[in-house]
């Protein structure tokens, strides 16, 4: 049984390592402004999370903004047709990859934030927490309206 559970060790830790040393590139199709594909596999960009698609934001004055929606355009527009390099990180529940993803170097992921099209998810990292800061402050993307955090909209709907 001490074998059993030290072969079973050995072979998740393997898993693991194989995961994360995966690299996915090409040409990517987005499919939200945290999810990409790249030759048929879903990607979910790490440690982010946008806004949803149907979700609304609401401007001042109370006029709505299909925001997850330009959050999803501007992921679209930065990286065109440009290749991209994603380095896995892990798989998450729906068997997606969960990667950081560079276009020329530059990680899309801490761009969503930077721009305000995305926030920091604290629950899986902190590496965007400062971005998100200044994306606040300075009133971009989503932050220039009143919006539910994308967790929140998702338990709710």
């Given at each position: 049984?001490?074998?059993?559970?030290?072969s079973?060790?050995?072979?998740v830790?393997?898993?693991?390592?194989?995961?994360?040393?995966?690299?996915?590139s090409?040409?990517a199709s987005?499919?939200?402004?945290?999810?990409?594909?790249?030759?048929?596999?879903?990607?979910?960009?790490s440690?982010?999370?946008?806004?949803?698609?149907?979700?609304?934001?609401?401007?001042?004055?109370?006029?709505?903004?299909?925001?997850?929606?330009?959050?999803?355009?501007?992921?679209?527009?930065?990286?065109?047709?440009?290749?991209?390099?994603?380095?896995?990180k892990?798989?998450?529940?729906?068997?997606?990859?969960?990667?950081?993803?560079?276009?020329?170097?530059?990680?899309?992921?801490?761009?969503?934030?930077?721009?305000?099209?995305?926030?920091?998810y604290?629950?899986?990292?902190?590496?965007?927490v400062?971005?998100?800061?200044?994306a606040?402050?300075?009133?971009?993307?989503?932050?220039?309206?009143?919006?539910?955090?994308?967790?929140?909209?998702?338990?709710a709907?």
């Amino acid at each position: 049984m001490k074998y059993l559970i030290i072969s079973f060790a050995a072979l998740v830790a393997a898993f693991a390592s194989s995961v994360q040393a995966q690299t996915i590139s090409g040409t990517a199709s987005v499919i939200d402004g945290d999810t990409i594909e790249i030759h048929g596999q879903r990607i979910r960009l790490s440690a982010i999370d946008a806004i949803e698609s149907r979700q609304p934001c609401i401007l001042a004055g109370g006029k709505h903004w299909n925001c997850g929606r330009d959050a999803a355009f501007a992921l679209s527009d930065k990286i065109g047709s440009a290749p991209l390099a994603c380095e896995v990180k892990d798989i998450d529940r729906y068997g997606r990859s969960v990667a950081v993803c560079g276009l020329d170097g530059e990680d899309i992921g801490a761009w969503m934030v930077e721009n305000g099209w995305a926030v920091a998810y604290r629950r899986y990292g902190a590496e965007y927490v400062a971005a998100e800061g200044r994306a606040r402050a300075a009133g971009l993307g989503i932050w220039r309206s009143e919006f539910q955090m994308p967790w929140d909209w998702r338990k709710a709907n």
